[in-house]
T-cell receptor
Framework: KNEVEQSPQNLTAQEGEFITINCSYS?????LHWLQQHPGGGIVSLFM???GKKKHGRLIATINIQEKHSSLHITASHPRDSAVYIC???????????FGTGTSLTVIP | NAGVTQTPKFRILKIGQSMTLQCTQD?????MYWYRQDPGMGLKLIYY???????DKGEVPNGYNVSRSTTEDFPLRLELAAPSQTSVYFC??????????????FGQGTRLTVV
């Protein structure tokens, strides 16, 4: 059983569409990260959040601690948003992270 | 500010060869991590360190060794390369604690193939 589950695994969208990626986790956490990985590329941290909502440009991340759930939204999606999006949580105990398997997003022009 | 730097970016090894994957960070982060990423799987923790001189095993440490002689550097050593170690390796770092300044930073990855 994975501590972090993401859905969907794969997502194809038309340019301009609103996109939602979901993350559910089963452990108590001190923080949750949304990460972005372009094909063949490194991993970039988009957000770290422990409550509420954060927004950077067209990206919005929300978290509901009681429900152990987070969502990543992309407004007005663009082909350059095509990447794998990974949810990672930092448990309240221990020093490591648990990672989801990622959501592969393709945005078609 | 370079962040987390990994070298090399790509490497092909023959079975039984050894190599060291280098990782260095210039953010004075206490915690450093090595992960491997296999297709369709989440990142798996190999080793981590909470400070210079301290290292600990993660989920998948077999076949690897690490050292942390300085705050900046956290090299990962493969002694006898095996095909099962073909993977993409990521180094990460963060500050100790729970605050907003403890965001994790990742390197660009090392793509290793063992043939």
């Amino acid at each position: 059983k994975n501590e972090v589950e993401q859905s969907p695994q794969n997502l194809t969208a038309q340019e301009g569409e609103f996109i939602t990626i979901n993350c559910s986790y089963s452990v108590g956490i001190s923080a949750l990260h949304w990460l972005q990985q372009h094909p063949g590329g490194g991993i970039v941290s988009l957000f770290m959040l422990s409550s509420g909502k954060k927004k950077h440009g067209r990206l919005i991340a929300t978290i509901n601690i009681q429900e152990k759930h987070s969502s990543l939204h992309i407004t007005a999606s663009h082909p350059r948003d095509s990447a794998v999006y990974i949810c990672a949580v930092r448990p309240t105990t221990g020093n490591q992270f648990y990672f989801g398997t990622g959501t592969s997003l393709t945005v078609i022009p | 500010n370079a962040g987390v730097t990994q070298t090399p970016k790509f490497r092909i090894l023959k079975i039984g060869q050894s190599m060291t994957l280098q990782c260095t960070q210039d953010m004075n982060h206490n915690y450093m991590y090595w992960y491997r990423q296999d297709p369709g799987m989440g990142l798996k923790l190999i080793y981590y360190s909470v400070g210079a001189g301290i290292t600990d095993k993660g989920e998948v440490p077999n076949g690897y060794n690490v050292s942390r002689s300085t705050t900046e550097d956290f090299p990962l050593r493969l002694e006898l390369a095996a095909p099962s170690q073909t993977s993409v390796y990521f180094c990460a770092s963060r500050l100790r604690g729970q605050g907003l300044n403890t965001e994790a930073f990742f390197g660009q990855g090392t793509r290793l193939t063992v043939v």
